[in-house]
């Protein structure tokens, strides 16, 4: 499987956009980009995916590297309920599971 | 809305006894999973499911079972329960990937203790 670094924790402000980063340099042509986010004390839930397009959805947006050996999971305009560790995931195409590793930790300040 | 429900938030139980976690989802997935989850770990899959009566193992196997039985049912079970297996349990469903739909809808959790 192919493998993503993203940042331990992140910090941001109420109201302002939050960048959240993940590398995937090993990334093959067939793997999609999925972000899922897990609140406290909850399971986790799905935010976006992509291939190679950048997407948008009434959650987030998600900006994909031309090379596609990095993503941005974008929120617009964060709010405390956005404090969540956030999951960068590369799935196969026609895999049938995820791999989820360790995910940022994103705080928001009010 | 999907529901994915897991049988008990909460459990305690003995080194030794059986242990049945249940799972439920009522929007006709194909595939349903079961993780743990543990602290500096992250979630790590124990076993998916694409159909009924139908199983295949994930990164940590050992020491679980699971059944399906009927295609909304999927449940874990612990053998002979073991201190290490103490842990929150999170089951998953999804749409079969070659069809629409991508997202894997989760459970509330089941935190498991093992005394």
């Known amino acids: 499987d192919a493998k993503t670094t993203q940042p331990n924790s992140m910090e941001s402000n109420e109201e302002e956009p939050v960048h959240l980063p993940c590398n995937h340099s090993t990334i093959s042509g067939t793997d999609y980009i999925h972000w899922y986010r897990q609140l406290p004390s909850q399971g986790p839930e799905y935010v976006i995916h992509g291939l190679t397009s950048n997407v948008n959805n009434r959650m987030a947006s998600l900006a994909i590297a031309e090379d596609r050996k990095s993503s941005t999971l974008i929120l617009h305009r964060a709010t405390l309920r956005d404090a969540a560790v956030y999951y960068c995931i590369l799935r196969l195409q026609g895999a049938q599971k995820l791999v989820f590793g360790q995910g940022t930790r994103l705080t928001i300040n009010p | 809305d999907v529901k994915v429900t897991q049988s008990s938030r909460y459990l305690v139980k003995r080194t030794g006894e059986k242990v049945f976690l249940e799972c439920v989802q009522d929007?006709?997935?194909?595939?349903m999973f079961w993780y743990r989850q543990d602290p500096g770990l992250g979630l790590r899959l124990i076993y998916f499911?694409?159909?009924?009566?139908?199983?295949e193992k994930g990164d940590i196997p050992e020491g679980y079972s699971v059944s399906r039985e009927k295609k909304e049912r999927f449940s874990l079970i612990l053998e002979s329960a073991s201190t290490n297996q103490t842990s929150m349990y999170l089951c998953a469903s999804s749409l079969w990937w070659g069809r629409a739909g991508y997202e894997q809808y989760f459970g509330p959790g089941t935190r498991l203790t093992v005394t």
């Open positions: 499911s694409y159909d009924v009566k139908m199983k």
């Open positions: 929007m006709d997935h194909e595939n």
